[in-house]
């Protein structure tokens, strides 16, 4: 059985850090590209950070500079490193698993920055 969970989220004031962590069970974990996603409430879901299996990223505009996504392949988890942390930054952060084959979601975990 497939197993994403995710953890590591909470309430913060900006400018204030969080790291994630989504651990990985049931699947070859350095064979999936890994991802997080954000959810804010009354929009889609935004793409955030990507980290493939040649541990190479990529990060949507508005989190370059201060999110970082890496990996411990043998925890088979993945983090998301989040620095200077914005109001707009709030929403529910998901991770996925994906390969060729299959994609694979966490439950979520809830990311609010406010003062």
């Known amino acids: 059985q497939v197993q994403l969970v995710e953890s590591g989220g909470g309430l913060v004031q900006p400018g204030e850090s969080l790291r994630l962590s989504c651990a990985a069970s049931?699947?070859?974990?350095?064979?999936?590209?890994m991802r997080w996603y954000r959810q804010a409430p009354g929009k889609q879901r935004d793409l955030v950070a990507t980290i493939t299996s040649s541990t190479s990223t990529n990060y949507a505009d508005s989190v370059k500079g201060r999110f970082t996504i890496y990996r411990d392949n043998p925890k088979n988890t993945v983090y998301l490193q989040m620095n200077s942390l914005k109001p707009e930054d709030t929403a529910v952060y998901y991770c996925?698993?994906?390969?060729?084959?299959?994609?694979?979601w966490g439950q979520g975990t809830q990311v609010t920055v406010s003062s």
């Open positions: 049931g699947i070859s974990f350095t064979h999936y590209t």
């Open positions: 996925q698993a994906t390969n060729y084959l299959h994609d694979y």
